[in-house]
């Protein structure tokens, strides 16, 4: 009897594993798009918990590097003063790479890079498919958002720049989760990426539906993120409190005394909310406002798919999920001055028209090109 012809065996790599966030729901979404057309060896990882992240993820084979293993904790502080060590860390994970490849052929590595993880070499022959979130902030473009850790940080550019660059060539293709990140994979990396947007759960973020159980959309602003620097979200709360408006902040982090500090009367925080209760604070709001510059940023086509407009700071990924006089708004600068004008002009009574454009980013799409990538690249 003739053997079935073996399925390719692909071998993922991602950063960390310490929470379910962006990266880790694009790591889900890759992990289900080829399961079943190949067999996954098992996921790669500098720093791992052990908890808990997502199904698919947990029920694949996780390999921590030995820097899991310090007493440091876990904690995006205690990664970031390991950075000098990261390049060690990808070594050994190249090396345990390796070893999978001798028991039994690798076909394909795919890597979900926003740190460090798109260094790990491949074997000998094996395409490298990087899926990039962006080149790490903290070495490329955000260095002084990073408080007390930001000298340290600048000390070491230099070195992880240049080993960073040079290690880009492992990568056989790129794709950018925007054309924002594409354009800083080109400047960094001096490579060329494909976009590939990431899956919006719109199956889940949908408008309210019609009918008796029809939640009534209000007139406050919502914004919706963690509680950091980088955010903005102080513009926000200084806008409300200029023109005496209602504002919810839903999320938490270390900012949150500060923010809590410069909020008027108007201002709500919401610290805990689950998925449906955040869908239902997309649903009730007059539109999301959107201070910050992301690389994509999910919350945005997550207000857009329930069918509420967004005001934007015109960067980043804003740019390729918010369509300025259609689905929202856009402001050139990152000013109070320049927010309230976006919000006065921004589209409303459009949730159909935002709906439809929030579907563009839908999982299907999201599965298909990966599926179509990595056939592009498995020779079997």
Known sequence: ???????????????????????????????????????????????????????????????????????L???????????????????????????????RPIDLVISSHSAAIKAIRPPA???????????????????????????PLAMIRPFYRAWDRAT???????????????????RCYKRKADVLHPPVRTGFFTPSPEGEGRVPRGHHWLVVGALVPYKRFDLAIRAANEAS???????DGPGRQQLRSIAG?????????????????YRRAAMLIYPQQEDFGITAPEAL??????????????????????TGALFPTQTVESMLAAIDRCPKHRALVCREHAERFEPAAFREGIR???????RV
């Not at 022959?125 to 000298?151: D, F, N």
């Not at 408006?245 to 999320?251: E, I």
């Not at 509420?308 to 999920?321: E, I, K, L, N, Q």
């Open 265 to 281: 009367s108007t201002v709500t925080f919401v610290h805990d909310a689950t998925d449906a209760q955040l869908r239902d604070h």
């Open 73 to 103: 904790g876990l904690s995006a502080s205690a990664r970031r003063h390991l950075l000098p060590l990261y390049p060690l860390a990808v070594a050994e994970l190249s090396r345990r790479l390796a070893r999978m490849h001798a028991q």
């Open 372 to 378: 179509r990538h990595a056939r592009a690249l498995v």
């Open 125 to 151: 022959g094996v395409p490298h498919l990087c899926y990039c979130h962006t080149p790490a902030r903290y070495i490329w473009s955000q260095t002084h958002t990073y408080g007390p850790a930001a000298l």
């Open 305 to 326: 798919a329930c069918g509420m407009p967004v005001v934007a700071y015109d960067a980043g990924g804003a740019r390729d999920t918010v369509t300025d006089g259609v």
């Open 1 to 71: 009897m003739p053997q079935p012809p073996r399925k390719p065996r692909i071998a993922l790599a991602h950063d960390w594993l310490v929470a379910r966030r962006g990266g880790e729901h694009v790591l889900e979404a890759i992990i289900d798009a080829l399961t079943g057309e190949y067999d996954i060896a098992g996921i790669l990882t500098m720093f791992d918990t052990g908890e808990p992240i997502a199904r698919r993820i947990d029920d694949t084979p996780r390999h921590a590097s030995r820097l899991n293993r310090l007493p």
């Open 245 to 251: 408006h209602p504002l919810t902040v839903v999320g």
């Open 168 to 186: 880009a060539k492992r990568v056989t293709s790129f794709l950018a989760n925007s054309a924002h990140t594409a354009e800083q994979i080109r």
